[in-house]
């Protein structure tokens, strides 16, 4: 969670917001912490806010983080989603990376800047390292962004969604 950390049990007469998100609530490494939005509710008055959100999060990693911790007797709920999150399925496969994830710490900042930076704006990618991590069981979605709700991708996201919306709606009159 990058909020400060909550006690389970929520002092009386305070108001707890949990904010469930991706990126867009995490709020990205380049941001100070004092900035992103959930800190901003709380500089505002809430009482307590949880940020819980990691970027690429989608509605099955919120699932599992409410069941795993629980809503800290939360007041309230909020749960920041866009259509492309309803595809962000968590998996048990090993992350194979990307330019954006990279897997290992770079050779120096110049490397890092030539080919992060320099280079694909010469039109010229280098390929990444190849794992030898099974490839996700997810099938692909038709174009390359899942946009169908026939996407099974996307009715995996929406019946994850549904079931988080039914546990934050069992949270008890505060």
């Given at each position: 969670m990058r909020a400060a950390p909550l006690s389970p049990t929520r002092p009386a007469a305070t108001r707890r917001v949990l904010v469930f998100g991706d990126s867009v609530v995490w709020g990205g490494a380049v941001l100070d912490q004092s900035l992103i939005a959930t800190e901003r509710l709380r500089q505002l008055g809430v009482s307590e806010v949880g940020?819980?959100?990691?970027?690429?999060?989608?509605?099955?990693?919120?699932?599992?983080?409410?069941?795993?911790?629980?809503?800290?007797?939360?007041?309230?709920?909020?749960?920041?989603?866009?259509s492309h999150d309803a595809a962000d399925n968590p998996s048990p496969d090993p992350f194979t990376?990307?330019?954006n994830h990279p897997l290992q710490p770079p050779v120096?900042?110049?490397?890092?800047?030539?080919?992060?930076?320099?280079?694909?704006?010469?039109?010229?990618?280098?390929?990444?390292?190849?794992?030898?991590?099974?490839?996700?069981?997810e099938p692909a979605a038709p174009s390359g962004e899942p946009t169908s709700p026939a996407d099974p991708r996307v009715q995996r996201g929406l019946a994850d969604l549904a079931r988080a919306i039914e546990q934050a709606l069992q949270l008890p009159e505060s």
């Open positions: 940020n819980v959100a990691t970027p690429s999060w989608g509605p099955g990693n919120w699932l599992g983080w409410a069941r795993r911790f629980g809503f800290l007797q939360a007041t309230d709920v909020v749960l920041v989603i866009s990376g990307n330019p120096s900042a110049l490397v890092e800047g030539l080919e992060r930076y320099a280079l694909p704006r010469l039109g010229i990618r280098l390929p990444l390292a190849v794992s030898s991590a099974p490839a996700s069981s």
